[in-house]
């Protein structure tokens, strides 16, 4: 498998620290907002990464953070006269709602910064102790930038063509030995949340808090550091200065970096205004059309935002559920019979389809290539299945269109409608089952009906039910 690593700007042989396992961390997003379709790229794209990972067999550590202590975050705070806090933790609540609609599947470890400052301590006195960092009179901690031989070695830039990036925090620059300095460790301002430590009373820097969670939950060299391009510069640059400084091993072997999701050619962001939440493309579609859009482009280019790809993308995945439902019905009423023998040459035919996708997604995570391959399958399957064939060879069918599609994070299954005849009959069967003790098949066919949002109760008058 070949992934685009932008230390090298190439496409490398991903070859892990350790067979069968990728250790593997993306950048979260701060949380003083609901996330708008922008932060949603990366939480897409690379959950379709680790998927395909799985897929093809590695057990894979996935963590992402959640940045819950910053300066917006604290504004907002301020804005709304409650606690920083409160503020990330609703966040983050309505973060997760949004990328299980999403389909994105939980981290193997959210962990948060607030949760995580003792280790932060610990690494920025480590890169005092090796002379990498410095506290300035004001308790304020440096990182001494030019002491890090191999600083910009992630984004290709000189020293001297950089300029501070806009998320750097910059409290008292004049007490800076050098402009290229960064802060590890700001003082508190009147109001803010602050934690002790030797320097003073205050809060971590964004970059020291990534260094630090990836080092503990991942350990100090990990297989791919992911997040949007946007973060290569200083963040991802400064997360390398200060974990190869403090542990002397390389961070990270892989970057993979996610172009932008742009509007009218411009980056999609807070602060141009010109975004979308997830939760406003929601009330228009299901978020599988706006998965299935990211995942329309390769990672790496730029994605242009609206409402016609936004169309083409749901006629696309319609094509792919359509195709689905028509094999479930066809399987509804499949015959249980041998496969025929050009039944077996067409699935071995169809195989070839599973071999494309496969071979696009190991090329750099090429999603574009690989839903091409999935409308192919599907092309194959509604031009070669009828309710005549064999249960086996539809099932197959359905199963290899599932399989790709779960990869993607697209979900083919419908919900099958339970009819009140079907309901009445469990019904029965449940007092049968209750009737000769046998408790266990009795709860099995509630949770079953629970499941199907049927909910029942147990009156004076018998057994009453209600969809939910
Ligand atoms: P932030 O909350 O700004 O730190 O962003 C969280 C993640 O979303 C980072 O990986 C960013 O690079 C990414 N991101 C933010 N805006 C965009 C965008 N317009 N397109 C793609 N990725 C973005
Ligand atoms: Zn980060």
Sequence with gaps: MKVFNT???????????????????????????????????????????????????????????????DDKIIKKAVQEGVDAGEIASRYIEECKKDMEGMNVL???????????????????????????????SDGTVYYRTRKFADYGKLSHKNLEDLQA????????????????????WKPKKEGEPAWDSPWCQGRPGWHIECSVMSKKYLGETIDIHAGGEDLIFPHHENEIAQSEAASGKVFSHYWMHNGFLNINNQKMSKSLNNFFTVREI?????????????????????????????????????????????????LGAGKAKDMSDKEQALLQESEQFTQKFIRAMEDDCNTADAIAAVFELVKFINTNVSAQNAKTYLQT??????????????????????????????????????????????????????QKGILLKDTREGVVWQRI
Excluded: W
Aim: proline share 3%; net charge negative; aromatic share 10%.
């Design 165 to 184: 990036g806009h998320r750097e925090i910059q409290v008292t620059g004049d007490l800076k030995e050098d402009p290229f300095d960064f802060v590890l």
């Design 106 to 136: 939980p981290a193997t470890v959210h962990p948060l910064a607030t949760q995580e400052i003792d280790g932060m301590i610990e690494m920025i006195a480590s890169l005092i102790e090796k002379g990498y960092a410095y506290a300035a």
């Design 7 to 69: 230390l090298t700007r190439q496409k490398e042989e991903f070859v892990p620290i350790e067979e069968g396992k990728v250790r593997m961390y993306v950048c979260g997003p701060t949380v003083y907002n609901l996330i708008h379709i922008g932060n949603a790229r990366p939480m897409i794209v690379f959950d379709t990464f680790r998927r395909f990972l799985e897929y093809i067999g590695y057990e894979v550590h996935y963590v992402s953070n959640f940045t819950d202590v």
């Design 282 to 330: 929601a009330e228009k579609y299901d978020l599988q059309v706006l998965r299935f859009f990211m995942l329309s482009a390769h990672y790496r280019s730029p994605l242009n935002f609206s409402e016609d790809l936004m169309e083409a993308a749901k006629n696309g995945l319609e094509r792919i559920l359509t195709a689905a439902a028509q094999l479930q019905r066809f």
């Design 397 to 450: 069918l359905y199963d290899r269109l599932h399989e790709l599609c779960d990869v993607l994070g697209i979900i083919i299954e419908q919900e099958e409608e339970i009819l009140d005849a079907d309901i009445e009959q469990l019904i029965a069967q449940r007092q049968q089952a209750r009737k000769d003790k046998d408790f266990a098949r009795a709860d099995e066919i509630r949770d079953e009906l629970a």
